[in-house]
Nanobody, 128 residues
């Protein structure tokens, strides 16, 4: 079992930055791809970014590409999402999730159902 706890969310003005963290416990995440998703009320959870188990490969949703960077520190069992130039439409609850490494090369890795473990989320609110 992997327990994931997100932190770093909050209220920020448009154009500002936030760095989200996802701390894992229970098991090393070094054998898991890690992803960030977000969700607003009434909408499906959507993919934001993901990073491979070794940190050498990353993918981003078009909506955040160029403004966000996902990274990981396997020694600290932690994953990060740096978000810059935030927009009001980035407002959501952000979740981190763990993906079994063998799924990394599958096109379905952008789907929430493929992930094995989830945190409880952290709220990000961007004011205009």
């Amino acid at each position: 079992q992997v327990q994931l706890v997100e932190s770093g969310g909050g209220l920020v003005q448009a154009g500002g930055s936030l760095r989200l963290s996802c701390a894992a416990s229970g098991r090393t995440i070094s054998t898991y791809g890690m992803g960030w998703f977000r969700q607003v009320p009434g909408k499906d959870r959507e993919f934001v970014a993901a990073i491979s188990w070794n940190g050498l490969d990353a993918d981003y949703a078009d909506s955040v590409k160029g403004r966000s960077t996902i990274s990981r520190d396997n020694a600290r069992n932690t994953v990060y999402l740096q978000m810059n130039s935030l927009k009001p439409e980035d407002t959501a609850v952000y979740y981190c999730a763990a993906l079994s490494a063998h799924k990394w090369f599958q096109t379905t890795k952008y789907l929430p159902d493929e992930y094995d473990y989830w945190g409880r989320g952290t709220q990000v609110t961007v004011s205009s």
